[in-house]
């Protein structure tokens, strides 16, 4: 059984499930594990080499062979496509494998699903593990329904949120926010590191360099295995 992996944007599927993107075209019929980047609407999907998957301009196919070393080119594409769904990248330089990026990316996922499953709250979305549930619970009550790019829908046909004077909301972070600019970011961060009992991010780190500090910390199996024992 050949195992590729992609990125692939996260949606609401029509019976309320929070799935990666394509599960009704690209992926149906085929089998996948995925692992979210906590709540920030995009996952780690290993599945069956899938041209018609890696072919879609929001998803991002890594090679099958992920001990290829990267060009320029590779380099420059990943670290594009990365800061598009704020990955940190700036580990990712011309040479090292996509084995190497894999498991950069894959380390990082973790650190931000705990970081939901401590605080409940997404690092540079404004989604939130009690928002997903609400939306979640709506669809399947029925009082939501999902367009054909299954973006939730309330029965009035309003966008969820609705229109007109919207409250002012403060600034997310951004990959190159300062954890001592954000004492959000920065206390959710650290709660991280004791859950897994590595050393705190360094307050005058940027969120892109916590991230990766910690994830690198992280040193458990990263199983992606739909049966066949694959891991990075």
């Not at 939730?152 to 600034?171: C, E, L, N, T, W």
């Not at 009992?197 to 295995?225: H, I």
């Amino acid at each position: 059984m050949a195992t590729q992996l992609f990125l692939v944007p996260q949606e609401f599927n029509a019976q309320g499930s929070y799935v990666p993107k394509y599960t009704g075209t690209d992926l149906q019929g085929h089998s996948y594990i995925a692992m979210p980047f906590g709540v920030e609407g995009v996952a780690l999907v290993a599945t069956d080499p899938n041209p018609a998957l890696a072919g879609e301009s929001d998803v991002y196919a890594f090679p099958e062979n992920l001990d290829t070393a990267t060009t320029d080119d590779d380099a420059s594409n990943i670290q594009n496509f990365f800061e598009g769904v704020s990955i940190p990248d700036a580990f990712i330089v011309s040479g090292m494998t996509f084995r190497d990026i894999v498991k950069g990316v894959a380390q990082i996922f973790q650190v931000a699903q705990r970081c939901a499953g401590l605080a409940g709250v997404g690092i540079f979305t404004r989604n939130t593990v009690a928002s997903i549930q609400s939306t979640a619970a709506q669809i399947k009550a029925g009082a939501l329904t999902t367009d054909a790019a299954n973006a939730p829908i309330s029965q009035a046909s309003s966008k969820i949120g609705g229109v007109g004077v919207q409250p002012v909301q403060p600034a997310q972070p951004t990959l190159s926010t300062a954890l001592a600019d954000n004492a959000a970011l920065q206390a959710n961060l650290t709660s991280v590191a004791a859950s897994f009992g590595f050393t705190a991010p360094d307050n005058n780190s940027t969120a892109e360099e916590a991230l990766y500090a910690l994830g690198q910390q992280f040193t458990a199996p990263l199983l992606l295995s739909r049966g066949d024992g694959f891991q990075i």
